[in-house]
């Protein structure tokens, strides 16, 4: 009965922002390891961001890094990320995933698709 469930998609201009929100539920929250993925359709699905169970440390990808912000409020079971300075190539869906039991080795799952818990995905599409 776990569930994840991203919102805060749409479209946007190229320079613009979005605020992506992944709430939680049937599962304890502040002890798992959680993730931002996306995908473009025909490609495979890469890691975005990962914040650690208390959200004190965070990764963020090469290709976000001074754009995007990863955060987390575990009193209310909510994953976050914040996107500045939107461009075309952000376009695609959007995934919030979740992990028990890594404690420090949170940074181990960036490039792994095997997380516990997948959300249905929110769209993003930006525009030139």
């Known amino acids: 009965q776990a569930q994840l469930v991203e919102s805060g998609g749409g479209s946007v201009q190229a320079g613009g922002s979005l605020r992506l929100s992944c709430a939680a539920s049937g599962y304890t929250f502040s002890s798992y390891c959680m993730g931002w993925f996306r995908q473009t359709p025909g490609k495979e699905r890469e890691g975005v961001g990962i914040?650690?169970?208390?959200?004190?440390?965070?990764y963020l990808a090469d290709f976000v890094k001074g754009r995007f912000t990863i955060s987390r409020d575990n009193a209310e079971n909510t994953l976050y990320l914040q996107m500045d300075s939107l461009n075309p190539e952000d376009t695609g869906a959007y995934y919030c995933?979740?992990?028990?039991?890594?404690?420090?080795?949170?940074?181990?799952?960036?490039?792994?698709?095997?997380?516990?818990?997948w959300g249905q995905g929110t769209q993003v599409t930006v525009s030139s």
């Open positions: 914040i650690y169970a208390g959200g004190g440390m965070t």
């Open positions: 995933a979740a992990e028990p039991g890594l404690g420090g080795g949170c940074w181990r799952k960036f490039l792994t698709a095997d997380w516990r818990y």
